[in-house]
């Protein structure tokens, strides 16, 4: 299992699909806070405003000033998909996966799959996250956030409000974690519909198309707080921590279970 998942990681970091997302991603992140500094909007602040703006609140995670953050989390499912969910079609179309049977057992291999998968999936997600708010921090101030800032604060009732206004970087390792998971939990349902898939463009689509269906299917039950887009966005989000990582928790053990249980069966059959 272990040479099997140190075989498919080197795969993935070899791979120039995950190095164009992160690339992709980063330019987003720069881009941003180059319009923050070039066009004025600190300085906008300091003149306009009696609460100062903040690096917790403009980086490219929380900020509602500029198009980028929208841009992001529109296009995060096909970047999450985009590194590693289409290797299990691309060896199955190449016949590598006979040679492959041939060394080591479909569970050991479907595992080692699902996890790589899973973790190229949340890094791509969350790395340009990081470098936003790393790169904010060398231009925009680090105060403690207000409730009163005109930027988009946690509010009263949404998860580890408190913790943003004792301590903001804790609050972006929390926020950065979930979008970690569910950025690999994206990656995961890719990668099981990789299992059925007859195109690989339309397994890199496939967690978009899912994310705006779910989020569509539950917005008629009143529910859409439990969509992955709005988890990962954390806005306007009235779930709990443990509602959050239930959802999230049980997505990761039903992919993983339904990608492993579909190939391990196939090898009984």
């Not at 992001?72 to 691309?90: D, G, V, W």
Request: one cysteine or more; proline letters at 4%; hydrophobic letters at 50%.
């Amino acid at each position: 299992m272990i040479e099997v998942l140190h075989f498919e990681w080197n795969r993935a970091m070899r791979s120039k699909r995950i190095w164009f997302v992160l690339g992709a991603g980063m330019l987003c992140s720069v881009l941003q806070a180059v319009h923050y500094e070039m066009g004025g909007i600190v300085k906008n602040f300091y003149e306009n405003s009696d609460y100062p703006i903040v690096c917790w609140l403009s980086y490219l995670g929380r900020d509602i000033q500029l198009f980028y953050r929208s841009l992001y989390y529109l296009i995060f499912p096909i970047m999450a998909a985009l590194p590693f969910a289409a290797s299990y079609y691309e060896d199955k179309q190449s016949g590598y996966q006979k040679v492959l049977f041939m060394k080591v057992k479909r569970n050991a291999y479907a595992a080692a799959k699902y996890l790589v998968a899973f973790v190229t999936g949340g890094l791509v997600t969350v790395l340009p996250l990081m470098f936003s708010l790393f790169l904010h921090a060398g231009f925009v101030p680090g105060y403690p956030p207000s409730e009163l800032s005109l930027q988009a604060v946690p509010l009263d009732g949404q998860p580890y409000c408190n913790i943003f206004y004792e301590h903001p970087f804790f609050y972006a390792v929390i926020f950065w974690g979930i979008d970690f998971l569910v950025g690999g939990c994206i990656a995961g349902i890719a990668l099981c519909f990789s299992l059925i898939a007859k195109m690989k463009y339309s397994i890199y689509v496939f967690g978009f198309v899912f994310c705006i269906l779910e989020r569509t299917i539950l917005y008629q039950f009143d529910c859409v707080n439990w969509a992955f887009s709005n988890i990962a966005e954390m806005t306007d989000l009235l779930l709990n921590g443990w509602e959050i990582f239930m959802k999230l928790i049980v997505t990761v053990i039903f992919s993983f279970a339904l990608f492993v249980g579909v190939l391990t069966r196939k090898d009984v059959l």
